[in-house]
Each structure stands twice: as structure tokens, then as C-alpha cells.
């Protein structure tokens, strides 16, 4: 267990849905990252947040949006979902940016039919 | 645009063989980690490494950031069948993570 909790492991849905997917860092953490990860493919940065402030964009669809709640709890949120967005959704977390090193959960596995 | 770039892209060997990945960039990073990710789970960090010219082991992995903290390598001796997996590289540039794209390593029994 890294520490990092992200929820729920598994999500199929269909084209044109709508998903929450939540992340919980790791004790301490302030900051937040996600990340997409298709199959076979590097990590494709999406967001950051750092103590419930937006920090970074890297990639990230309209179609996509995330915060970070005032317990630093984080959801990103992805909206009229398409075949494409089938990927596994990382969520990290640091003491501060970048610094020594980000923790990672153990991903939510998204399905679009 | 920062890149990283890790070489090669794949690499199989037999059990008991070395290797060496590469992570490459004109940009200088002030840190640069290592992870290893296995299928369907996230990256885990093996090590940072800070200073240039700076060494670290990590049992038979052996981790080198160049003297100009451009670039790093990471080296297995004796390779294992545990040590399959995805490794990738990342360098800190100015409180952002810059990734590579990964060396996917199979060790065959």
C-alpha cells in the first residue's frame, strides 16, 4: 500500500458518460498529479494541485476537469466520454512539487464502450 | 519543450545477462528519478539522484546522473525475472516532472 488511494479500481461505462474518479494522497502530501496512461504508452501529465490551488496543466481535454477539496482529497472529472478516453488514470501525490519524488496509486482502469 | 528521452524503447534478455537504460535530455534537471512500473499498478520510485556525477546502487541496480545533470543511466547486473517491468525516467525542471517515455524490460527465464 502505497498510501495513495484511488477510487474505484475498475469503471466501465459508455461513449457520452460522465465519471468521477477520486484520489486520496498520501498522508502529509499537498500536492496532487494526474495522470493517463493508454496501453502501452508513457505517462501523459494532466493536471496538478497543490494545497487545493490549481499548479499545472499538461494535456488535459476540455472535456476534463479536476479540484482538490479543502482536505486535499482530489476527483477529476471526465465528461462526454469517447472510445479514446479508455485508459488507466494515475494519481500521485508529493510533499512538494516534484521535489524527491511523487507516490502513485494504484490507478482507476477506465473502459468506454 | 523539454523532452526526455529513454533508449531503448525495449529490451528482452535471458536471466543472468546486464543492461544498461538510457535517459537523455539537452536540459539540465536539479533531480532526476527512476521508477519501475509492473502491469496494472502504478510507478514506484527506485531512486533520485541530485547531484552530478552522482552514483547510487540499489542492490544490482546501479544509477548514474551525469556530470551535467542532463542525462542518467540505469544498470542491472545480473538480471532477474523479478525485474521485468517498465522503467521509466524523470527530471525535475523547475518544480515540474518531466517524463520519459519508458523502457519496457523482459527478463526470460
Known amino acids: 500500500d502505497s498510501g495513495v488511494t484511488q477510487t474505484p479500481k475498475h469503471l466501465i461505462t459508455a461513449t457520452g458518460q460522465r465519471v468521477t474518479l477520486r484520489c486520496s494522497p498520501r498522508s502529509g502530501d499537498l500536492s496532487v498529479y494526474w495522470y493517463q496512461q493508454s496501453l502501452d504508452q508513457g505517462l501523459q501529465f494532466l493536471i496538478q494541485y497543490y494545497n487545493g490551488e490549481e499548479r499545472a496543466k499538461g494535456n488535459i481535454l476540455e472535456r476534463f476537469s479536476a479540484q482538490q477539496f479543502p482536505d486535499l482529497h482530489s476527483e477529476l472529472n471526465l465528461s462526454s466520454l469517447e472510445l479514446g478516453d479508455s485508459a488507466l488514470y494515475f494519481c500521485?501525490?508529493?510533499?512538494?512539487?516534484?521535489?524527491?519524488?511523487?507516490?502513485f496509486g494504484s490507478g482507476t482502469r477506465l473502459t468506454v464502450v | 519543450t523539454q523532452l526526455l528521452e529513454q533508449s531503448p524503447q525495449f529490451l528482452s534478455i535471458q536471466e543472468g545477462e546486464n543492461l544498461t537504460v538510457y535517459c537523455n535530455s539537452s536540459s539540465v534537471f536539479s533531480s532526476l528519478q527512476w521508477y519501475r512500473q509492473e502491469p496494472g499498478e502504478g510507478p514506484v520510485l527506485l531512486v533520485t539522484v541530485v547531484t552530478g556525477g552522482e552514483v547510487k546502487k540499489l542492490k544490482r541496480l546501479t544509477f548514474q546522473f551525469g556530470d551535467a545533470r542532463k542525462d542518467s543511466s540505469l544498470h542491472i547486473t545480473a538480471a532477474q525475472t523479478g525485474d521485468t517491468g517498465l522503467y521509466l525516467c524523470?527530471?525535475?525542471?523547475?518544480?515540474?516532472?518531466?517524463w520519459g517515455a519508458g523502457t519496457k524490460l523482459i527478463i526470460k527465464p
Open positions: 524523470a527530471g525535475d525542471s523547475n518544480y515540474q516532472l518531466i
Open positions: 500521485a501525490s508529493s510533499v512538494v512539487p516534484a521535489s524527491y519524488g511523487y507516490t
